[in-house]
């Protein structure tokens, strides 16, 4: 089977101002259906400049990105719209839901935005949907600021699901949460990977990037570095840890 | 275009800042709510103007001392009345199409009964006067042509004097003194209120001009002529042989009389009151825009504050046509619901005006429907820009704005 992702020589170069910033140069990199990518890398590094090129955010100015054999490079802007709403699901680092607006509603937006019209039952229907798989049913009509980070989060990975994409797109997910949090966020990942569609994050934790399959490594715009993961951690068994370690802890704080 | 789906977009982010919403539509509501009240007020007055104009009287030409031609100084109106009842008999026999004719007298004069007296003016008139002025009688009867040929002491006394002078009875049959010189009342004549001028048009006292002429002004000439047409079509061509008669009967010298028709008055009064209307109108529809651009306004700061939201958007897959959709469309339901509001707001001022003024007001429906449109074409104008300018926002870059 053809890989998924083709990146040949990708190159971008910011031009705007006085100085041109190299940010990435060139890199290239297959992705297969299945795969579940964490790519590190120091700040500036380039991270997230690859992952708008992946996302279909952003134009590399060299190199050719093929996305199921097409190449996307240079479409335009509207065309490039239609693959991010259908083909790709991407997680903001800073949540990026809308405010004062509900988290069905907000999970609803990709569909209102489908190049097909998709009535409101269905678009109910599938957003509950996409709540359920991150565990927030209950929650569907809380406001963004009723909710957890952890929760927000989950609102936008729920949101980046809803069309059904091939590949979901996370830029440091994890990011605004602490240890317990990230490791369920981790868990919603792994069980989406399980079920079949392709994960590429980007993290700063080492320890994060021991949830996914396929570790790569950024420095000034090139992969250094891409291996498989050895000990792959498992989320639901890292939680158990995390909760008799707490309740142990919770033991001996009570006895006198 | 997705239409359906970014109107439901649209709706939801009004929704979602229901403040800034009814804030924004605010000027609207007022604009188009002045638009529709100084309209209707303006309206409900060229009503007024011509229903006191149909109140001087029916198909009405009148003839007035004064000349009209410059030779000299000139007097004023009536200065130097040439005007006689023989000019009036000679236009009744004279002119067809004349049904009635009338000389008037009008004197100011002190009038005195049961030890009351006020002061008023004294008409000299035909018996054509209640079908010229188009007034009847509430109590009595006219005088007759008999009472004009034997200059009767016999008077027909408006609504005014019967209250001032006969309060609390009834005046036919009584002694009216004018002038100390008695005159029996043989008719009060329906009130008619103020008329456009703003005269009490119920102030008045009327007599046989024979008996005004010989026994309270002692004068040879007359006020005005009325004449009656028999139908509006005629008036212009009876005023016109009016004139050639006059004319005619002063033989040689400059003409010092002017002849008038009421068609001319009510053509004048009303297209003043049509002014007025359109001048109102006008001031309004500034505030109209001044709305416009209260909501271009807002939408413009909203695109800036709202900048993350349009990354979101495009980010998630929104084409820029549906970016400027959505603002458009914002633009238009806040300016529509503005306009809405404003025409209920309009309705309900004009209508509060007509209680509290007494004024007379009429809602018109143009100027509904008129003001309507023009605060859905004004979303449009103003909320093109906005729009414009949030749908050539970057995706990334409307992302990173903090
Ligand atoms: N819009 C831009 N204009 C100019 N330079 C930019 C722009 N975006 C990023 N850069 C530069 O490109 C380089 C890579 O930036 P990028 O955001 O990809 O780094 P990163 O690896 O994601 O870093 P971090 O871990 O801090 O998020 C940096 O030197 C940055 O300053
Ligand atoms: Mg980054």
Sequence with gaps: ?256 | MRLVATTVIALRALRRNKMRSVLTALGMIIGVGAVIALVSIGNGAKLQVEASVASLGQNVISVYPGSVSTSGARGGWGSASTLTPDDALAIQREIAGVVAVSPETRDRAQVLANGLNWNTTVFGESPDFTSIRAWDLSEGAMFTEADVRSAAKIAVIGQTIADQVFPGSAPVGQTLRIRNIPFKVVGVLRSKGFNYFGTDQDDAVIVPYTSAMRRIARRTTVNTLLIQALAPEQMFRIQQETTDLLQQRRAGRDPDFTVRNQLELAQVATANARNMTALLGAIASVSLIVGGIGIMNIMLVSVTERTREIGIRLAIGAHDHDIRLQFLLEAMVLSLMGGALGILLGVGASQLVAQLNGWPTLVSMPAVIGAFLFSGAVGILFGFYPAHKAAQLDPIEALRFE
Aim: proline share 4%.
């Design chain 1, 1 to 256: 089977m053809p890989p998924v992702v083709q990146l040949q020589d990708i190159h971008r170069i910011y031009a705007n101002g006085e100085v041109q910033v190299h940010a990435v140069r060139g890199i290239s990199l297959d992705i297969h259906k299945g795969e579940f990518i964490a790519i590190m890398g120091a700040s500036g590094s380039g991270k997230s400049t690859l992952m708008n090129t992946l996302g279909c955010l952003d134009r590399p100015t060299g190199g050719r990105y093929l996305l199921d054999g097409v190449d996307v490079s240079n479409l335009g802007r509207n065309e490039r719209a239609n693959i991010r709403n259908q083909k790709l699901g991407f997680v903001f680092q800073g949540f990026n839901l809308l405010a004062r607006t509900s988290a069905l509603e907000n999970v609803e937006l990709p569909m209102l935005y489908a190049p097909r019209r998709i009535s409101s039952q269905e678009m109910r229907e599938r957003a509950m949907h996409a709540l359920e798989i991150v565990g927030l049913a209950r929650r569907h009509d809380h406001l963004p600021n009723q909710l957890s980070g952890g929760q927000q989060q989950r609102v936008a990975i729920a949101r980046a699901l809803v069309n059904r994409p091939q590949i979901l797109l996370a830029d440091e997910p994890t990011g605004n949460l602490d240890s317990k949090t990230s490791v369920e966020v981790m868990g919603v990942f792994q069980k989406l990977n399980d079920e079949g569609i392709t994960i590429v994050m980007v993290t700063h934790e080492l320890d994060i990037a021991h949830y996914c399959k396929r570790n790569l490594i950024v420095r000034d715009g090139v992969i250094v570095r891409d291996e498989l993961v050895k000990d792959r951690l498992i989320a639901g068994e890292e939680l158990l840890k995390l909760h008799q370690a707490e309740a142990a802890a919770k033991l001996t704080a009570a006895s006198p």
